[in-house]
T-cell receptor, first 112, second 117 residues
Framework: QKEVEQNSGPLSVPEGAIASLNCTYSDRVSQSFFWYRQYSGKSPELIMS????GDKEDGRFTAQLNKASQYVSLLIRDSQPSDSATYLC????????????FGTGTKLQVIP | GAVVSQHPSWVICKSGTSVKIECRSLDFQATTMFWYRQFPKQSLMLMATSNEGSKATYEQGVEKDKFLINHASLTLSTLTVTSAHPEDSSFYIC?????????????FGPGTRLTVT
């Protein structure tokens, strides 16, 4: 059973639209959540981290966390072609042995 | 922001030889470093977790005698692929996490592309 699940996509949105990326996790002890962007052939780049229920905004990006529903999302406003990449959702447990679990990623395509 | 470097960025080696990959946190101290492997069009696969001054913790199915990890200081971890074979050809990525209590965000190095011929 996958611990962090994402729709593999591709998710296609027109330039200027809002892209909504979703992620669910199964481990209730997960406390920290992260969104990474990975361009083809490159390593992942941290976009957002979120630890508390609610929304966290950073520029065009908004992360949303709902621990009761075990759901994390990332909204990208005013999507640009340069946002086209694979977005990885990750969760971290709260125990002494910190382990980050990654989803398989959602491929986003922003159409000019 | 936190910067993690990897060296080399790409390497080609002959089957049976060993290759060492270095991972450095340049502007922060990392108590924990992670090593991942990623095959084309596949997701990241965690190989091992490395804590400074202690033995690495390997994920199930990863041979610790083949993938030697050393985390000698708070800014350097190395991965040595011993007796490499063509099936070891992959994109190896390290990441580093800051000191506990300061940040649990993981920052990735640029990756090392290994090709074994």
């Amino acid at each position: 059973q996958k611990e962090v699940e994402q729709n593999s996509g591709p998710l296609s949105v027109p330039e200027g639209a809002i892209a909504s990326l979703n992620c669910t996790y199964s481990d209730r002890v997960s406390q920290s959540f992260f969104w990474y962007r990975q361009y083809s052939g490159k390593s992942p780049e941290l976009i957002m981290s979120i630890y508390s229920n609610g929304d966290k905004e950073d520029g065009r990006f908004t992360a949303q966390l709902n621990k009761a529903s075990q759901y994390v999302s990332l909204l990208i406003r005013d999507s640009q072609p340069s946002d086209s990449a694979t977005y990885l959702c990750a969760s971290m447990n709260s125990g002494g042995y910190q382990k980050v679990t990654f989803g398989t990623g959602t491929k986003l395509q922003v159409i000019p | 922001g936190a910067v993690v470097s990897q060296h080399p960025s790409w390497v080609i080696c002959k089957s049976g030889t060993s290759v060492k990959i270095e991972c450095r946190s340049l502007d922060f101290q990392a108590t924990t470093m992670f090593w991942y492997r990623q095959f084309p069009k596949q997701s990241l696969m965690l190989m091992a977790t490395s804590n400074e001054g202690s033995k690495a913790t390997y994920e199930q199915g990863v041979e610790k005698d083949k993938f030697l990890i050393n985390h000698a200081s708070l800014t350097l971890s190395t991965l040595t692929v011993t007796s490499a074979h063509p099936e070891d050809s992959s994109f190896y990525i390290c990441s580093a996490m800051g000191l506990a209590g300061l940040s649990n965000e993981q920052y990735f190095g640029p990756g090392t592309r290994l090709t074994v011929t």
